[in-house]
Nanobody, 128 residues
Framework: QVQLVESGGGLVQAGDSLRLSCAAS????????MGWFRQAPGKEREFVAAIGWSGRSTYYPDSVKGRFTISRDNAKNMVYLQMNSLKPEDTAVYYC?????????????????????WGQGAQVTVSS
């Protein structure tokens, strides 16, 4: 069983930076694709970033590309999301997720259905 616990959320101003952390437990979690999603009030959960098992491959949607960076430390079973130049529209609950069936990003569908394990979420609020 895999457990994911997010931390590092908070209230920041537009233009600030914030780093989210995801602590993962489970023997083989460092072989999984890991991802970040977010969900704003009244909206569907939205894909934010994904990283392959080795950390060499990453993928972002246009909405965060160039501002957000996903990384992982397999020795510590940690995944990070560095968020720079934050905007009010980045306000959401951010979720860490793991895909137990995949270690590489090639051919991946970045939908919520592709991920099997989820954290409880961390609130990020960006004020204007």
């Amino acid at each position: 069983q895999v457990q994911l616990v997010e931390s590092g959320g908070g209230l920041v101003q537009a233009g600030d930076s914030l780093r989210l952390s995801c602590a993962a437990s489970g023997r083989t979690v460092n072989m999984y694709v890991m991802g970040w999603f977010r969900q704003a009030p009244g909206k569907e959960r939205e894909f934010v970033a994904a990283i392959g098992w080795s950390g060499r491959s990453t993928y972002y949607p246009d909405s965060v590309k160039g501002r957000f960076t996903i990384s992982r430390d397999n020795a510590k079973n940690m995944v990070y999301l560095q968020m720079n130049s934050l905007k009010p529209e980045d306000t959401a609950v951010y979720y860490c997720a793991a895909d137990r069936d995949r270690g590489y990003l090639s051919g991946m569908n970045y939908s919520t259905h592709s991920f099997d394990y989820w954290g409880q979420g961390a609130q990020v609020t960006v004020s204007s």
